[in-house]
């Protein structure tokens, strides 16, 4: 317990030296809620912040809604100005979002690089690792 306490301590410290001293737009996420809560800064899911919901969509859909509905025009305009991307917990994350998640980066940013050529910052806590990998 207390070495948990001592890596959030230490990844909150990080989150606020990159989000204060880069000039770049920074977004921070977290896998549920209640972790984006605890990290502060402004921090959201990563769901929200990509505009994926729940992940019940196929890429083909979103890339459709991202071009055409309005209600995503929010989620495209944060993918579009950042910069870099702190994703905390990501060993919580399954392979299918991460890859939503990816794909819509590229697709909104016009760019045939890793996550649209957002650089992405992530922490993976060994302590749940084994839990994800049941997923994949």
Do not use: P
């Not at 399954?94 to 649209?116: A, H, N, P, T, W």
């Amino acid at each position: 317990m207390i070495h948990m306490k001592i890596v959030s301590i230490y990844y909150r410290e990080l989150i606020h030296d990159i989000s204060t001293s880069t000039k770049r737009n920074v977004a921070v996420t977290a896998t549920t809620g209640m972790a984006s809560m605890q990290l502060g800064y402004k921090s959201t899911t990563l769901h929200h912040w990509a505009g994926i919901l729940d992940g019940r969509y196929s890429f083909g859909q979103l890339e459709e809604l991202f071009r055409n509905d309005d209600n995503f025009a929010a989620a495209r305009e944060r993918i579009q100005k950042t910069e870099i991307l702190i994703i905390d917990e990501i060993s919580m994350l399954s392979k299918k979002i991460f890859e939503q998640v990816e794909s819509i980066c590229r697709l909104l940013l016009k760019k045939d690089v890793v996550f649209g050529g957002i650089q992405v910052f992530t922490d993976m806590r060994l302590l749940h690792l084994q839990l994800s990998w049941t997923r994949i």
